[in-house]
């Protein structure tokens, strides 16, 4: 009996042994974890600290060097150089009336003041200093003299591209994009890289790195995104010129809020090598690169610029198409499509008023307008658009979100993809299509193409039943209240399609929020009624003054016939102003 008494004790003291042992390794596991939390949180810090830096010390060396050239030249005329266009700029640079160096030196004192205000700089390229010495060789060049902003995914030899996400942070490109090359040899200088959002798929442009940018119209609104660096900047007048890239309204939604020009050309029209995504491998919904300017003249220059035979023979992936200066410059009557709505969302009254504005000024120039309206859209948006962009559940973008802060502007966007698969589909009927990005199997994945190319094929169809030369539709706007951009995603509907369609689209500003704006915005209630158009309506208010756009769009392959457009929008709104 005494032997099992002891075996018993024995037993009861080896468990409390083995709980105590449990406890400790539990509470070493536990400590473990929170220093690799804290050491991972540190070297996370480190790197963000290590960008803002190096942007701050770049700032500050290009601003000793503009006092330095000032002081060199005090009779420099900067604000009449500032107030020139592209076409004037590049005329006066040939001529000799104007020096590089005056050129430069005023705008990258423009820029280095602007960003003071608007944030939009995630810093100056050095190099570009350099470059400036050995121009000359250049003279020959279409764009010869010109300094060129460029967004910050775009690479430059030596520089980051981290898409707003630190885990691309201290991975400098190995050489130039194409695009920078073909600019560098058309005689442009490019000298300053512009922020954007956080992974790149959101409106807005704000990132843990770098920071938030603001509108230059208002400092209380976002510029938009992604290319918001690049809208703000040239909305601010610190660039003459900006290439930035367009997924689903890039390139046109900041311009349109920051009251500027934008063009996303045909995809595969311009060169994407060294243009970096947040991610690779999406093929339904295709991105472009594409200028950004104060007019349409600027963005056509651009153009042609880049479609020459040194971008062609860099990337031999591109049809060697160069710009059509006829189809460009003629002035023939055309047959016009037009929407005010998509069906989907309805658009502020201020975005209303700008179509008819313009319809009616298109009108009385002789050309015929006649109604449009998408096929699908609900389809389009949820079966295309959201499973085309997130075929993956979006698992890879929160791979590269991964050990990164999350920045305020795109909470409300990604948190929803953190939830578990079983919950997404629970809640895809409350919160479709917010949480609707669910991953598919290859073979749903091939099928998603074909339908992609099934729709692509169905809305030309439309198109030639209408018989229409172009389209005018509305774009995203006024600029919104800062956080909404990433709660209000089913506003994207008015840009994204024309990426899914590869249709060339542009953004010309036409007109102003007014008073009478505001005040009918106070009936708004929105196609659907619900929490997403109660939020666009937030999102758009107190935005009195604030430029508003329309959007111009031509078929595949037909880019200068767009410009064309955009350009004969621009000529009448000048002429009614006046």
């Not at 060697?320 to 189809?327: A, D, K, T």
């Not at 698969?421 to 669910?438: E, I, M, N, R």
Request: with cysteine; aromatic share 6%; hydrophobic share 40%.
């Amino acid at each position: 009996m005494e032997n099992v008494k002891e075996f018993v004790q024995k037993m009861e003291m080896d468990t409390r042994v083995a709980a105590l042992m449990t406890g400790a390794a539990c509470a070493v596991g536990a400590l473990v974890l929170l220093v690799r939390k804290g050491i991972s949180h540190k070297k996370t810090n480190d790197k963000i600290q290590i960008a803002r830096d190096r942007r701050t010390e770049s700032l500050q060396q290009a601003e000793l060097a503009v006092l330095r050239y000032k002081e060199s030249r005090p009779s420099i005329d900067s604000a009449r150089i500032l107030n020139l266009s592209l076409s004037e700029l590049t005329k006066q640079l040939k001529s000799g009336s104007l020096t590089p160096e005056d050129v430069f030196y005023s705008y990258m004192e423009k820029t280095l003041d602007v960003h003071k205000n608007l944030n939009c700089c995630t810093g100056v390229l050095l190099e570009s200093f350099d470059q400036l010495k050995t121009i000359a060789s250049n003279k020959d060049g279409l764009l010869y003299g010109v300094p060129v902003s460029i967004k910050e995914n775009i690479a430059y030899k030596n520089h980051d591209s981290s898409c707003g996400v630190v885990i691309n942070l201290d991975q400098p490109a190995k050489e130039d994009s194409v695009l920078v090359q073909v600019l560098k040899r058309q005689g442009a200088i490019p000298f300053v890289k512009t922020n954007l959002p956080q992974g790149l798929l959101n409106y807005d442009c704000g990132n843990p790195i770098y920071g938030q940018t603001v509108n230059p119209h208002n400092f209380q609104k976002t510029s938009g995104g992604s290319s918001g660096g690049e809208g703000a900047l040239v909305g601010g007048g610190g660039s003459v010129l900006g290439l930035g890239s367009d997924i689903g309204g890039s390139i046109r939604i900041p311009a349109a809020f920051c009251g500027i020009s934008g063009f996303k050309p045909t995809a595969g029209r311009i060169s994407s090598q060294g243009v970096k995504p947040i991610y690779r491998g999406q093929k339904s919904v295709l991105s472009s690169a594409g200028p950004m300017a104060k007019d349409v003249e600027s963005l056509a220059l651009c153009m042609q610029a880049l479609l020459c035979d040194h971008m062609f023979s860099l990337d031999p992936t591109i049809p060697p198409i160069p710009f059509n200066v006829q189809v460009y410059e003629s002035t023939k009557p055309l047959r016009i499509g037009y929407l005010e709505n998509d069906g989907y969302l309805q658009p502020s009254p201020s975005m209303v008023r700008a179509i008819r504005e313009v319809k009616a000024l298109l009108e009385q120039a002789g050309h015929t307008l006649v109604p449009y309206s998408p096929l699908k859209i609900s389809y389009l948006v949820t079966e295309l658009l959201i499973k085309g962009v997130f075929a993956d559940g979006a698992a890879t973008l929160l791979k590269k979100l991964k050990g990164s802060p999350l920045d305020p502007c795109l909470k409300a966007q990604v948190l929803p993809y953190y939830l578990p698969k079983w919950l997404k589909k629970a809640l895809s009927f409350l919160l479709k299509p917010l949480v609707s990005s669910l991953p598919i199997s290859v073979s749903d994945l091939w099928e998603q193409h074909a339908a992609v190319e099934d729709y692509i094929q169905e809305m030309i169809a439309e198109w030639r039943r209408c018989n229409i030369d172009v389209l005018l539709c509305p774009v995203i706007g006024p600029a919104f209240n800062h956080l909404y951009c990433g709660r209000v995603t089913t506003a994207l509907t008015c840009t994204m399609i024309y990426n899914l369609l590869t249709f060339p689209a542009g953004v010309v500003p036409v007109t102003t929020v007014t008073a009478e704006d505001e005040q009918e915005l106070q009936h708004y209630t929105g196609i659907y009624q619900d929490r997403w158009d109660r939020l666009f309506k937030q999102a758009v208010s107190q935005s009195e003054g604030l430029p508003v756009a329309v959007q111009c769009v031509a078929l595949p392959w037909q880019d200068e016939l767009c410009l064309r457009f955009m350009k004969e929008v621009e000529q009448l709104v000048k002429q009614s102003r006046k």
